[in-house]
């Protein structure tokens, strides 16, 4: 059990397939160590696994209700993310973060309303173009980020400050009733807190910038650019598409803004195809020009893709404490015809309708009984196929005894 909980999948597939034959402490012992994997100490690589395999549990009634209550206490959190040096006269970047740990086929969404902001104790305003409510549907083990940015009073002083943002966390569950009342499932307010540093003016230490040719070789090793072109079907239209993403492993820096430039052949002109950030859990690297940019560039053609590395927007990212400035030219690259990207007619589902036609005194009669979500694979969809189809999964299942065919409480979704 401490092998799978710290990485061994080999171990972990051996203890899901001779699960039934364990005794009761011993599962109680593997529960608790993948509760302890599902928790945000941990990082979120593999996590999904671990989840799924917890969720099944869950609806077989194998937990108790202590392990049933912490399971569902780490689906998601909030975070609050600063940049810890921030220039004099600078706007202050921050981020709300939302981190899931959530089966797949959670039926559940994680919400948050902005309810007040405080800055080292004085109420403010806040911003009319901050984003005040969010919400992302409860699945997977993934991360979503809100990015913010607060101006400072004019008679702001430098050194250490405090930011708190009053909040409203909510989960609600996905139903067809469109009523508030129904769809909330708890509601609690919570307050995020950060703190950051004022450089005194003329100082600008709030970030390391790296110009030296070695790194700039290395980041050369970590980008692989291809240009592609793809064409909708429908319209015939065509958008070329310039990929430059970054591996984050290889980059011996904490992180990377760069616009992106393409150079049709024959022409010294650089079309521009946006900026793009690469960190070690997110990034960007992937954007397309529009139909009159496509139009100069063909199928065939050999182009050069130029990257600009500028420490300005990284200045402005919460988790870039250094970077490097240069340029680097990729070239020359030849453009491909990309059909995984052709957009597609829109065939409306016949389900989707039917659901749409229905009266609403259907729709939210008191008899009318929601079927159960769908179970997802026990094994995951990353196990081996002779793992995955093993009939030793449909005897782990049996072993749960008969499936519950209790109404859904509030806080259980029906198995």
């Known amino acids: 059990i401490p092998a799978a909980r710290d990485g061994d999948w080999e171990a972990f597939f051996v203890i899901q397939n001779r699960f039934s034959g364990f005794s009761p402490d011993e599962r109680s012992a593997f529960i608790d160590a993948a509760l302890d994997r599902q928790s945000f100490n941990c990082p979120h690589w593999g996590a999904s696994l671990w989840v799924d395999l917890l969720d099944q549990l869950w609806r077989h009634n194998q937990l108790t209700d202590q392990q049933q209550a912490q399971f569902e206490e780490q689906f998601a959190r909030l975070q609050l993310a600063i940049r810890p040096r921030v220039k004099a006269g600078d706007r202050i970047p921050i981020d709300i973060i939302q981190e899931f740990r959530a089966p797949r086929s959670s039926p559940y969404s994680d919400e948050f309303t902005i309810e007040g902001l405080t800055l080292d104790g004085t109420r403010m305003d806040v911003p009319r173009y901050w984003v005040t409510e969010r919400a992302r549907p409860l699945v997977n083990c993934l991360e979503d980020t809100v990015s913010y940015f607060l101006d400072p009073p004019g008679d702001f002083k430098t050194g250490s400050h405090c930011i708190a943002i009053d909040v409203v966390h909510r989960r609600s569950r996905w139903t067809d009733d469109p009523r508030p009342s129904s769809r909330t499932v708890w509601q609690r307010a919570e307050k995020l807190e950060g703190h950051f540093e004022t450089l005194p003016p003329g100082q600008d230490g709030s970030i390391t910038i790296l110009t030296d040719a070695a790194t700039g070789n290395r980041i050369r090793d970590a980008i692989s650019p291809t240009v592609t072109i793809a064409t909708e079907p429908a ?129 939210y009669s008191p008899t009318r009984v929601s079927p159960p979500p769908p179970l997802p694979d026990f094994a995951g969809p990353l196990m081996p196929p002779q793992i995955r189809d093993d009939a030793n999964l449909r005897s782990i299942l049996n072993s749960f005894g008969p499936t519950p065919t209790s109404q859904p409480t509030p806080n259980r979704p029906n198995p």
């Open 235 to 363: 319209t015939g239209k065509k958008l070329l598409w310039v990929d430059a993403f970054a591996t984050t492993s290889k980059i011996p820096v904490v992180g990377l803004t760069y616009a992106v430039y393409v150079i049709p052949p024959n022409s010294t002109d650089r079309l521009r195809f946006g900026d793009f950030r690469a960190m070690e859990n997110s990034g960007s690297g992937s954007n397309s020009g529009g139909d009159d940019i496509a139009k100069r560039i063909n199928v065939g053609d050999s182009v050069t893709v130029v990257l600009r590395f500028d420490p300005e927007p990284a200045r402005m990212t919460t988790g870039m404490a250094s970077t490097w400035q240069g340029e680097l030219e990729f070239g020359p690259i030849v453009v491909t015809q990309d059909t995984r990207r052709a957009t597609r007619a829109y065939t409306p589902d016949p389900t989707q309708a039917r659901y749409r036609e229905r009266t609403a005194a259907e729709r």
